[in-house]
């Protein structure tokens, strides 16, 4: 069983950045592969980026590259998102998620077992 509580989301102006934290429980998190998700209002659970479990690797959605970095600190059982040149289709709450299984599989919602509750963020242009 592991808890997740993301915190870092917030209101601010496009081209600004923002640092999401991701906070897990147990002594088992280097044993999962890490994902952020956002979700818009009346949208989909969208990926946004992931990293392998010693951070070796990563991906991201292609309209977060180049802007946002994934990183983890298995010694902290925490796992970032940092999120620089803002734009205001970021807008969303941001999901943090574990899931044991394949990293191949990291982009996919439905191969995460954990989630987080989400954090806001809102991006004014």
């Known amino acids: 069983q592991v808890q997740l509580v993301e915190s870092g989301g917030g209101l601010v102006q496009a081209g600004d950045s923002l640092r999401l934290s991701c906070a897990a429980s147990?002594?088992?998190?280097?044993?999962?592969?890490m994902g952020w998700f956002r979700q818009a209002p009346g949208k989909e659970r969208d990926f946004v980026a992931a990293?392998?479990?010693?951070?070796?690797?990563?991906n991201y959605a292609d309209s977060v590259k180049g802007r946002f970095t994934i990183s983890r600190d298995n010694a902290k059982n925490t796992v970032y998102l940092q999120m620089n040149n803002l734009k205001a289709e970021d807008t969303a709450v941001y999901y943090c998620?574990?899931?044991?299984?394949?990293?191949?599989?990291?982009?996919?919602?439905?191969?995460?077992?954990?989630w987080g509750q989400g954090t806001q963020v809102t991006v004014s242009s």
């Open positions: 998620a574990a899931t044991p299984g394949s990293y191949s599989g990291s982009y996919s919602p439905q191969n995460y077992r954990y």
């Open positions: 147990g002594r088992t998190f280097s044993t999962y592969v």
């Open positions: 990293i392998s479990r010693r951070g070796g690797s990563t």
